[in-house]
């Protein structure tokens, strides 16, 4: 059983940037592929990022956030992060981290097994 905590939300106008933290406990961290997950009011839970296990050598992003945000993990730390940069209103939303072993490096929000409770994040215009 794995036991995440995002933090790091916050209110911040277009164009500036945040970093999301995502502490895990309650496992051992370097086995899971982790990945950070978006909700707005209205909308469906969409995938933004994810890395792979033990070294988080791979990463993927969702095409709306290539080239703004970047996903990374610290194994010592227990924990996972969420650069981002360039922030524009649309990405307003709860950020949720998630983890799983099986699948690798997944997009698919079914494909988790552990969710923390999520952070909210405003982008102001």
């Known amino acids: 059983q794995v036991h995440l905590v995002e933090s790091g939300g916050g209110l911040v106008q277009a164009g500036g940037s945040l970093r999301l933290s995502c502490a895990a406990s309650?496992?051992?961290?370097?086995?899971?592929?982790m990945g950070w997950f978006r909700q707005a009011p209205g909308k469906e839970r969409e995938f933004v990022a994810s890395?792979?296990?033990?070294?988080?050598?791979?990463?993927f992003y969702a095409d709306s956030v290539k080239g703004r945000f970047t996903v990374s993990r610290d194994n010592a730390k227990n924990t996972v992060a969420l650069q981002m940069n360039s922030l524009e209103p649309e990405d307003t939303a709860t950020y949720y981290c998630?983890?799983?072993?099986?699948?690798?490096?997944?997009?698919?929000?079914?494909?988790?097994?552990?969710w923390g409770q999520g952070t909210q994040v405003t982008v102001s215009s």
């Open positions: 309650g496992g051992t961290f370097s086995r899971y592929a």
């Open positions: 998630a983890a799983e072993t099986d699948y690798g490096l997944s997009a698919k929000a079914g494909d988790y097994d552990y």
């Open positions: 890395i792979s296990r033990l070294s988080g050598g791979n990463r």
